[in-house]
C-alpha cells in the first residue's frame, strides 16, 4: 500500500491484546438489557462522533415510540469492534442494537485480523441518511486550492516528509478514503490515527495534521465557515446543502473523476432477531424519523434524512453496501492486521 503511518502510542494494540478486549466483551451481559427494562443502543464510538450524537437525538422520539427507556451506551475501541462484537453475543431479541457507519460493521472486520464477527451477522432496521466529508486542510496550509494542494502534496512527498493525513483508525472510511486519494493522486501521506473525530478535527484546526476527510456538520462545519479549516472539495457528487461554495472532488481533477463517497448511519441487531421483535423496533426507528425536530437535527448535521424503508428494501441496501466496500477495502490494497 503506497502509504506511511505514523502510530501515535496510546493507539498501539497488538493482536493478542485485541483478542483479550474482545473476549471481555463477551464475558458477562449486560443485566438490564436482558431484563426487558429497557432498549439499549450500543455505540461503538466515543462521545461525540456523529453516531453518538445521532443516536442520542433518536433516544426520546424512540422512547415514545416503544414506550419503554431507551438508553446509549459508548463502548469504543478496536475500530468499533468491541461495541459491535457485545452486541453479537447477547440474546438476538432487538434488546440491544448498534448505531454504526460503514465502518464498524463491514470495514473493521474486512481490516482488521482479529475481528472474528462478519457483517452477514446484522441486519439494518433503519436507516438515517447519507452525508457526504469534505477534505480539509489546518487553517495555515500553503494551498488554496486542490490543484494547489495536489503540488504542495506531491513535492513533500518526493522531499519524503509527506503531509500528515488524520484519520479514526485502521479501516475506518476516513482512512480508506484518505489511502484512496493518495492512490489515485501518486502521493503518499504519513497516516495519524485518533481517538475518533473529535480531537482528528481539533488537531487539525490546531494545525498539529495537515489533511483529513472530516463529516460534514457539526464542530468541523462551524471551523470550515469561520476559517479555522480550509475545505478542498466534497467527496459526494455535488456540492453540500451546507457548503454550497464547496464543489465536489471529482469535478476538479481527472485523476478524481471516480472518487465519490458518502456515508451512512444505521441501526442494526443481530440477525436471527425474531420477526416480531424487529417489526416493533424497526416502526419505533420510523416514528422517530417522522419527527421534524429530528429530521431538522439531521440536516443542520450535513445529513439527508432518509425516507422510511421496509425490512425487505433495508436489508437490500446493506447487503450491497457490504460488497461495495468490501471491494474498496482490496482496491485499496489495506492488509489486515
Known sequence: MNEKYQQAAPLGMNRRSLLVILAAATAGPMALAQSGRHVSIIVPQPAGNPSDVFARKLQGSMQRALGQTVIVENLPGAGGAIGVQRMLNLPADAMTAVMVSQTEPILTPATLASVRYKPEQMRPVGLLGRTSYVLAGRPDLPAKSLAELLSLARQADKAG????????????????????????????????????????????????????????????????????????GSTADQSPALLPKVEPLKNQAPELRTFVHTAWGALLVPRGVPDAAIKRLHAAFDAAMGDADVQDFLRSQGTDPQAPMSLEALDKFYQSEIQIHQALSRAVGVVPE
Open 161 to 232: 516528509n509527506p503531509l500528515r493525513f488524520g484519520h479514526i483508525g485502521q479501516g475506518s472510511m476516513i482512512h480508506l478514503m484518505g489511502a484512496q486519494w493518495a492512490r489515485l493522486c501518486g502521493v503518499q501521506l504519513s497516516h495519524i490515527p485518533y481517538r475518533g473525530v473529535p480531537p482528528a478535527v481539533q488537531d487539525l484546526a490546531g494545525s498539529q495534521i495537515d489533511l483529513s476527510f472530516v463529516p460534514l456538520g457539526g464542530l468541523a462545519f462551524d471551523l470550515i465557515k469561520t476559517g479555522k479549516l480550509r475545505a478542498f
